[in-house]
Each structure stands twice: as C-alpha cells, then as structure tokens.
T-cell receptor, first 117, second 111 residues
Framework: GAVVSQHPSWVICKSGTSVKIECRSLDFQATTMFWYRQFPKQSLMLMATSNEGSKATYEQGVEKDKFLINHASLTLSTLTVTSAHPEDSSFYICSASPGQQGTGEQYFGPGTRLTVT | DAKTTQPPSMDCAEGRAANLPCNHSTISGNEYVYWYRQIHSQGPQYIIH???NNETNEMASLIITEDRKSSTLILPHATLRDTAVYYC????????????FGTGTRLQVTL
C-alpha cells in the first residue's frame, strides 16, 4: 500500500521557537496533502489542505501566519509552527492522496507529537 | 459532506466477527463511504471504501444498504491488534476530498 512518512516523530521545543514538520509520500505522487491536528482524547481536526505549487487552503479558525505550509514538490509538504506556545502542543498528522491514480482514499503519516515547554 | 453517526464503543471477542455500524442518512449521490481506523498514538489507516455495492478486501468487508443511508464494516476474524477507533466518513472522491472525522467507534477486542 501507499506509504506516507513524517519527520520528526516527536519534538520538544521552547515557547517562542518555530518547528518544522515534514510529510513525504514515499511511493506515489500527491498533488494534494492534508494537515490535521489531534488533541488528547479528541478526534482529528483538519487544519489545511496543501496543494503542490500553490497556496494552502486553511480551515476556519486556523491561523495561516502561524501554521505555514509549503508543498514544494509532489512528494513533500512541510508544516511550520511559528512562535510555538504550549497550547500548540498536539499530535500533528498529515495525509496524502494518490489523486487521480486512486479513488479518493487517503494515506496517513504516523504523526508528529509536538510538546511546547 | 454528509454527517455520520456511530456508536461510541463496542466490544468483540477475539476470533469473532466485528460488525461496526454507521448511519449516514443524508449522504448524497456522489459521496462515497470511507472507513479508517486509528490505533492509539498512530496515524489513521485506510481500510475500505464503497459507493453502493458491497466491497471486500484483505482487511474487511463493507456492506452498504440499498438506500445508502447506512453501512456496516465487518472484520471477519477480529484480533487484539484490531483494537482501535474506527471512523466512518462520507466524502466525494476523485480529487482527494478533505475528510471530516467524527468521534468514531472505539472497538475493544478481548480474549
């Protein structure tokens, strides 16, 4: 099956610093990738849709200047949490879809656990 | 996207079939039914999807009612490793539609 990786798997950073999370589709090209956030004991919440070569589309309530998304190639999207604060501590998960190569199913990365101290 | 309703939790004995129901009474004609599961502290895993016909793959079977207002995911022989939260989602297909996750069903497989 299709494989999506994320790096790092976990990160601890100090308040006020920025953290970059990478999402890669390893064996397929993905024109569209998605970024989700999951707080403890809650479901996944979509943050933004990342489109290769164009600006990301953010969900209502998600600050685009705080969560910078770059989708520079068909296999890589990055999420940068800028000026992180403790309330940004969460489990960040990306997904990618083969798009026209598939039938709409998405494949998820293993997630990145961010802890802001 | 249409909203789905799932029971919050279910138990299943190992080796038995696990039948997970989902109601999606407002599903529209171009929406598929997708099932994903999330094992604790991991990213969700795609299981299966269908439009109106029943589907089967190596992981599970998906039974969709004729009126498409509900479906059932069947894990034929549940194992302890199937313990997870199972999400039923309806969404358009084709150009990678975004998925809206509900609260899902927490399946506990026991010895």
């Amino acid at each position: 099956g299709a494989v999506v990786s994320q790096h790092p798997s976990w990160v601890i950073c100090k308040s006020g610093t920025s953290v970059k999370i990478e999402c890669r589709s390893l064996d397929f090209q993905a024109t569209t990738m998605f970024w989700y956030r999951q707080f403890p004991k809650q479901s996944l919440m979509l943050m933004a849709t990342s489109n290769e070569g164009s600006k990301a589309t953010y969900e209502q309530g998600v600050e685009k200047d705080k969560f910078l998304i770059n989708h520079a190639s068909l296999t890589l999207s990055t999420l940068t949490v800028t000026s992180a604060h403790p309330e940004d501590s969460s489990f960040y998960i990306c997904s990618a879809s083969p798009g026209q190569q598939g039938t709409g199913e998405q494949y998820f990365g293993p997630g990145t656990r961010l802890t802001v101290t | 996207d249409a909203k789905t309703t799932q029971p919050p939790s279910m138990d299943c004995a190992e080796g038995r079939a696990a039948n997970l129901p989902c109601n999606h009474s407002t599903i529209s004609g171009n929406e598929y039914v997708y099932w994903y599961r999330q094992i604790h502290s991991q990213g969700p895993q795609y299981i299966i999807h269908g439009l109106k016909n029943n589907e089967t793959n190596e992981m599970a079977s998906l039974i969709i009612t004729e009126d498409r207002k509900s479906s059932t995911l069947i894990l034929p022989h549940a194992t302890l490793r199937d313990t997870a939260v199972y999400y039923c989602i309806v969404a358009d297909t084709g150009t990678a539609s975004k998925l809206t996750f509900g609260t899902g069903t927490r399946l506990q497989v026991t010895l």
